[in-house]
């Protein structure tokens, strides 16, 4: 199958920024599309930003919509989550996940079958 390990959170004030990273390894088709998760205290885990094989069509959160940016390398092994503006309601685990290709829409969290351990971020006002 595949592994994914997420790194690059971390603790920033409100209005700076975060880079995370997540890092594939395995099959390929288990890594077709990408995406960021997260979940704060007492809520529902919720989609933030999803990028297929191409890279040509990312979709976002309406919350973060203008803020951040996912990308993938040249290799597509790596994902990024360039956060900007940030905000206290960012704060949250942030999860990588990945999935083959499958129809369902890249919000859709039963795209996915491969998860990573999360990282923690939190955005101090």
């Known amino acids: 199958q595949a592994q994914l390990v997420e790194s690059g959170g971390g603790a920033v004030q409100a209005g700076g920024s975060l880079r995370l990273s997540c890092v594939g390894s395995g099959r390929a088709r288990f890594i077709y599309v990408m995406a960021w998760f997260r979940q704060a205290p007492g809520k529902e885990r919720e989609f933030v930003a999803g990028?297929?094989?191409?890279?040509?069509?990312?979709e976002y959160a309406d919350s973060v919509k203008g803020r951040f940016t996912v990308s993938r390398d040249i290799t597509k092994t790596t994902m990024y989550l360039q956060m900007n503006s940030l905000k206290p309601e960012d704060t949250a685990v942030y999860y990588c996940a990945s999935g083959p290709n499958s129809g369902d829409a890249l919000d859709r969290s039963s795209k996915y079958n491969i998860w990573g351990q999360g990282t923690q971020v939190t955005v101090s006002s």
């Open positions: 990028i297929d094989w191409s890279g040509d069509s990312p």
